[in-house]
């Protein structure tokens, strides 16, 4: 019985540590970039479509290359 209990605690205890630690090693989603503002530069534009693009790639996973990629 002792055993089963401690066996509990370290499990409880390893969880709680994972998901503390979660958010500190970079897990999950990357975060969307953030829209410029409406007097945004063309330059800052093309910036934020091409994060936005390789945001959504990372979400989405490897893909057959395009004309558009080479």
Excluded: F, K
């Excluded at 089963?4 to 499990?11: E, P, T, W």
């Excluded at 503002?37 to 395009?66: C, F, H, K, W």
Aim: glycine share 4%.
């Amino acid at each position: 019985m002792a055993a089963a209990r401690r066996c509990l605690s370290l499990l409880l205890l390893s969880i709680s540590v994972a998901l503390l630690l979660r958010p500190l090693l970079g897990a999950g989603a990357p975060l969307e970039p953030v829209y410029p503002s409406d007097i945004a530069t063309p330059e800052q534009m093309v910036q934020r479509a091409a994060e936005l693009r390789r945001s959504i790639n990372m979400l989405t996973g490897p893909r057959a290359l395009s004309p558009m990629d080479l």
